[in-house]
């Protein structure tokens, strides 16, 4: 039976040079671990030596790459995996090991992300000119259950108030009655509404402390956001940043808040990552704020973000033909024109707006004593007195020349959607990843970075191919790479008894050819 037949083989023959695990091996051995940040354990005088760092990196790239994230089911894979034996030498860490590694490295795991986006960048597959910004929301530990704000933990201490005072009440009647078994019954249970009223309290403390708008208990880092509709989860708001020419990611970091504020740190993490000049960011109009497109305007970049909706004052009560944009700025003479052909000017004080801790911005009042006799002021603002008034911002410069470039450049801008939207189909329906295996902002930082690595590192894949990827590997110039002289002799390194092994199987084939 051919069950049952004894066959002499090494893991070598098991694996073929298309095999992507032969890429996953040549890259990380070729990276200098320590440089990169990774906690590189050291061997001891006594005990059992510490797994490599390089290992277990290995089994979490492999493991990503085909949809394997769990430590315990990376540790059965690692016994009964072809590949993963391949990969790890034999080595067969168990799931603490595994997990540990990967809670323990995430600022590291961030690191090989932009490293292998330099890599992509040297190797040509990345064209640095039009880079779309999206982010998609992934699932925290933390149900919404166990997420607070002022509003929640103040409707659990009114529900606590109104039924102590109710089991106060049948407790005096019962009380009366001298029926003792119902009395220890309501005693009990505003006991225990006691215990919750201290716990809510505690809550709202630290929310107070926090200077936070709301509180997770489970994993603190996570927030209750918006993810489409009505539709609230408390999760993370992953930021990914992707190159048009073969839609990989360049850029990628999680936060903790929506979007609104978010377009500065990504697209100034763009520029590091491809130390570019500059480049024309594509946005939706989640992006759409003045500060942030201002800032990226000082650094060279070219937002294009569709416009979010004009609020201005006065609004209430205007008709289309005299919203804000259909008056007409003068850039010389700093005023406005509006429809009537009426000039309004400003006295030039800069007033301040404050919403939040984000959104405090600087403008000026612009108006005109002629809307007192405008035969349009009916349909232009609802003022009684004073007439229409216009606030123009300090960002208005270069909001305008994003909205200019989003009308001029509509084709383009269409393309939006179709550079970066397939990630997060990919990720999240095909994957699986649509929510965080970890807990803290930094932890699942690292994790997320790592799933954007196992996706750029499986789209490459279909592009170069993995023998001719890994030759490019060989010739790339990193100050991250190992020495040369060690990457010559690394196979030395390797457990002295799977080298034996191969060594043996070897020569016992040469001795099956000489013996037929």
């Given at each position: 039976m051919p069950r049952l037949q004894m066959q002499m083989s090494s893991l070598e023959d098991s694996i073929d040079q298309e095999n992507p695990v032969r890429f996953i091996d040549a890259f990380?051995?070729?990276?200098?671990?320590?440089?990169?940040?990774?906690?590189?354990?050291?061997?001891?005088?006594?005990?059992?030596?510490?797994?490599?760092?390089?290992?277990?990196?290995?089994?979490?790239?492999?493991?990503?790459?085909?949809?394997?994230?769990?430590?315990?089911?990376?540790?059965?894979?690692?016994?009964?995996?072809?590949?993963?034996?391949?990969?790890?030498?034999?080595l067969q860490p168990n799931y603490h090991t595994i997990s540990d590694f990967r809670k323990d490295n995430p600022k590291?795991?961030?690191?090989?992300?932009?490293?292998?986006?330099?890599f992509l960048k040297d190797i040509d597959l990345i064209g640095s000119q039009i880079i779309a910004i999206d982010g998609t929301k992934s699932r925290a530990h933390n149900s919404k259950k166990n997420n607070y704000n002022q509003k929640k933990i103040d409707r659990?201490?009114?529900?606590?108030?109104?039924?102590?005072?109710?089991?106060?009440?049948?407790?005096?009647?019962?009380?009366?009655?001298?029926?003792?078994?119902?009395?220890?019954?309501?005693?009990?249970?505003?006991?225990?509404?006691?215990?919750?009223?201290?716990?809510?309290?505690?809550?709202?403390?630290?929310l107070i402390d926090s200077d936070e708008p709301q509180i997770s208990t489970t994993d603190p880092d996570s927030r209750a956001l918006l993810v489409h509709g009505q539709v609230v989860e408390v999760c993370y708001n992953i930021q990914t940043a992707v190159d048009d020419k073969h839609k990989l990611v360049v850029a990628t970091h999680t936060i903790n808040r929506n979007d609104r504020n978010a377009l500065t740190d990504i697209a100034l993490e763009v520029k590091a990552n491809l130390n570019a000049d500059g480049f024309v960011a594509l946005l939706d109009k989640g992006y759409h704020n003045g500060r942030e497109i201002q800032q990226c305007t000082d650094a060279n970049i070219d937002t294009i973000a569709a416009p979010s909706l004009i609020v201005n004052s006065n609004t209430y009560g205007t008709t289309p033909e005299y919203v804000v944009t259909n008056f007409v700025y003068n850039y010389k003479?700093?005023?406005?024109?509006?429809?009537?052909?009426?000039?309004?000017?400003?006295?030039?004080?800069?007033?301040?707006?404050?919403k939040d801790n984000h959104s405090g911005y600087k403008f000026k009042k612009y108006r005109t004593p002629e809307c007192k006799t405008c035969p349009a002021k009916h349909l232009c603002t609802r003022r009684a007195s004073g007439g229409r008034e216009i606030e123009r911002s300090e960002f208005a410069t270069a909001v305008e020349a994003n909205n200019t470039r989003y009308k001029e450049?509509?084709?383009?801008?269409?393309?939006?959607?179709?550079?970066?939207?397939?990630?997060?189909?990919?990720?999240?329906?095909?994957?699986?990843?649509?929510?965080?295996?970890?807990?803290?902002?930094?932890?699942?930082?690292?994790?997320?970075?790592?799933?954007?690595?196992?996706?750029?590192?499986?789209?490459?894949?279909?592009?170069?191919?993995?023998?001719?990827?890994?030759?490019?590997?060989?010739?790339?110039?990193?100050?991250?790479?190992?020495?040369?002289?060690?990457?010559?002799?690394?196979?030395d390194l390797r457990p002295l008894e799977l080298l034996v092994f191969n060594r043996t199987i070897t020569l016992f084939k040469k001795c099956i050819a000489c013996n037929s």
């Open positions: 990380v051995d070729q990276l200098d671990l320590l440089k990169i940040g990774f906690e590189v354990k050291t061997l001891k005088t006594e005990g059992r030596p510490s797994f490599e760092a390089s290992t277990l990196l290995k089994i979490y790239l492999y493991g990503y790459l085909n949809g394997l994230r769990s430590s315990r089911r990376l540790e059965s894979e690692c016994i009964r995996n072809i590949e993963l034996q391949w990969l790890t030498l034999g590291a795991l961030k690191n090989v992300f932009k490293l292998f986006v330099s659990h201490l009114a529900y606590i108030e109104e039924k102590s005072n109710e089991y106060l009440i049948q407790l005096e009647d019962n009380d009366i009655k001298d029926d003792l078994t119902k009395v220890l019954n309501i005693q009990e249970k505003i006991n225990r509404l006691k215990q919750n009223k201290i716990k809510y309290e505690v809550l709202q403390e630290k003479l700093d005023t406005y024109t509006c429809p009537q052909g009426k000039t309004l000017n400003t006295t030039g004080t800069w007033h301040t707006k404050t450049n509509a084709a383009l801008y269409r393309k939006r959607q179709e550079i970066n939207e397939h990630i997060f189909g990919t990720i999240k329906r095909k994957w699986g990843y649509y929510y965080t295996n970890l807990k803290g902002l930094d932890k699942v930082n690292g994790e997320h970075s790592l799933i954007m690595l196992a996706y750029n590192i499986k789209r490459c894949f279909a592009l170069p191919g993995v023998p001719e990827l890994t030759e490019k590997l060989k010739n790339w110039a990193s100050p991250y790479k190992k020495d040369p002289a060690f990457l010559q002799n690394w196979i």
